[in-house]
């Protein structure tokens, strides 16, 4: 289904009115107006007919029914197809993997790295890697990419992105810290959730008397980096993390940088979230979350939000024995902010709006709670930007965000529906990559002067 969901797309490709680049980097954004379309703002509410979205300088201007088309911008007839924001992905690997089978062409942990909580992915992201492009022509245009936890329960920096055809694509590096709580925090940590909830916190408290110190350094000396503060003096001789892992919470401690916890069990949920009693600054985001329905009520009151993982429903490990397809309705329902997303090597981010559809399927199963249709949209565009802190920025055809726009041949939340073209800031992305590239080789093989494995 997904094949013939990119294959279809790909086709429609080929006669889109809309002219693809095949250099997106070297343009500015364009000012243009998609008319004639299904707007869907991604906002949560349901799709609009006949819309109008307009984007001026990479930015959008408006999107709606009855706006009107200044005077002077590209008009592009959508022909009555779906028109929605790019999908946001929370959080991923996007970037860090080439081939998963090759362990050479692959940066997602570093199990034998001396250091862990300062582990920073923004310096390996590599715009190349044929996953990106594959996901761009699955609509994606925005993502979160965390690291995978190697040798401890801290993973270390993750890094928001945008699929835009560039050279660089980091948008905010360091966004946030990644550990891993739960039955795989525990085996990171010793062989119990006591010894990663010991780690955690002496790690923190670590952080934090390190914050203490930098900030008693005098300005000039040290700069107020608690990395260059002296390891020796005034410093505990019981110190368990390196300098610089320390001074990398520091910002986690003080509520300047989020920290996402991966967690399953609702008890294990619980201990996050007890975690704000002894450091009230820190800014939580639940990963995973599978039996989150069963603490919905304390993640809402905690304004806590959560990352889950939308269809588990097995009980595969002891810590997701209450798993079901209802648990991303329910939190919804009990107001915790829900996105889907922890989209890994086989689960691709060109997935998402498969998760999504499925949950507004499960909504119509008589005692089964789903999302209807706007909230499965928002849960995989606007939802994710707000929990990575950048809602204001992109996520919607709200006026004033970033031109993120995917036309879609039929409704996006349909796995026979394809992608017709996608806009980063404004500017048209091309949709080749690998996989269309193989389409296209091998559709009509002929025999040439060169081997097969070549053009």
Do not use: C
């Amino acid at each position: 289904m997904i094949a013939r969901r990119i294959r279809r797309g790909a086709v429609a490709l080929l006669a889109a009115t809309v002219a693809m680049p095949a250099l997106a980097q070297t343009q500015a954004p364009a000012d243009w107006a998609i008319v004639n379309a299904r707007v869907a703002v991604g906002d949560g509410s349901a799709p609009i007919e006949n819309g109008v979205v307009v984007a001026r300088g990479g930015k959008i201007v408006a999107a709606g029914a009855g706006v009107a088309v200044p005077a002077g911008v590209r008009v592009i007839d959508a022909g009555g197809k779906w028109v929605t924001p790019g999908l946001v992905i929370a959080v991923t690997d996007l970037g860090l993997v080439d081939v998963g089978a090759v362990s050479e062409s692959n940066d997602d942990d570093a199990d034998k790295a001396v250091f862990n909580a300062a582990l920073d992915v923004s310096v390996a992201i590599d715009p190349d890697a044929p996953p990106v492009a594959v996901s761009r022509t699955g609509g994606v245009t925005r993502a979160a990419v965390a690291p995978v936890a190697g040798n401890a329960i801290f993973a270390g920096q993750g890094a928001v992105i945008d699929l835009a055809a560039t050279a660089d694509p980091v948008t905010h590096a360091r966004a946030f810290q990644y550990v891993e709580l739960g039955e795989r925090g525990a085996s990171l940590a010793g062989g119990s959730r006591v010894a990663a909830q010991a780690l955690l916190r002496n790690a923190l408290r670590e952080a934090r008397e390190l914050e203490r110190r930098a900030g008693l350094s005098a300005p000039g000396v040290a700069g107020g980096d608690p990395r260059m503060v002296s390891s020796v003096q005034g410093q505990a001789t019981d110190t368990l993390l390196t300098r610089f892992d320390a001074a990398a919470l520091v910002p986690v401690v003080t509520g300047r940088q989020p920290l996402y916890v991966h967690v399953d069990r609702a008890a294990d949920i619980r201990a996050t979230l007890a975690l704000k009693r002894e450091f009230p600054a820190l800014r939580l985001v639940v990963v995973g979350a599978a039996e989150g329905w069963r603490v919905a009520g304390e993640l809402a009151a905690a304004r806590v939000p959560v990352i889950a993982t939308a269809l588990t429903d097995l009980p595969g490990r002891f810590e997701t024995l209450a798993a079901t397809q209802s648990n991303v309705g329910r939190m919804k329902k009990a107001g915790v902010k829900v996105a889907i997303g922890n989209f890994y090597d086989g689960e691709q981010p060109r997935y998402a709006p498969q998760y999504a559809g499925n949950l507004v399927g499960v909504a119509r199963v008589p005692g089964a709670t789903g999302l209807t249709w706007g909230e499965a949209l928002a849960a995989i565009t606007s939802v994710p930007a707000e929990i990575i802190g950048e809602g204001d920025h992109f996520g919607s055809l709200t006026p004033g965000r970033a031109a993120d726009v995917v036309v879609w041949d039929g409704d996006p939340l349909e796995v026979t529906s394809g992608v017709v073209a996608v806009y980063v800031d404004g500017v048209a992305q091309s949709l080749v990559n690998h996989q269309t590239r193989l389409r296209d080789r091998y559709r009509h093989p002929q025999e040439g002067s060169l081997p097969k494995a070549y053009q």
